[in-house]
């Protein structure tokens, strides 16, 4: 069963936008802090962004600092991140995270590609 299903990852030239969405299909939604991870080859997997259950407040990796914005939706069970002023360095697979105390669940990932 499918539970996180990443969408809009592609090839985009520096400095263009892309917007990911996670469609999430699991209890609780409202009060997962959900989150977004990147891997790029041959380097581990790092935080993006996550966005809180509850009040939503966010947290940012400094290397995405006002050019990437977390939001989500959780009438529509899904998580967003707005991606602006994309650089080569960001290119990796974004993956997204679902989490509840100790239960986190993975998506299957989504590749952003980001050159000229």
């Known amino acids: 069963q499918v539970q996180l299903v990443e969408s809009g990852g592609g090839l985009v030239q520096p400095g263009g936008s892309l917007r990911l969405s996670c469609a999430a299909s699991?209890?609780?939604?409202?009060?997962?802090?959900m989150g977004w991870y990147r891997q790029a080859p041959g380097k581990q997997r790092e935080l993006v962004a996550t966005?809180?259950?509850?009040?939503?407040?966010?947290n940012y990796a400094d290397s995405v600092k006002g050019r990437f914005t977390i939001s989500r939706d959780n009438t529509e069970k899904t998580v967003y991140l707005q991606m602006h002023s994309l650089k080569p360095e960001d290119t990796a697979v974004y993956y997204c995270?679902?989490?509840?105390?100790?239960?986190?669940?993975w998506g299957q990932g989504t590749q952003v590609t980001v050159s000229s």
């Open positions: 966005i809180r259950g509850g009040d939503s407040v966010t």
């Open positions: 699991l209890g609780f939604f409202r009060f997962r802090t």
């Open positions: 995270n679902a989490q509840l105390g100790q239960n986190s669940i």
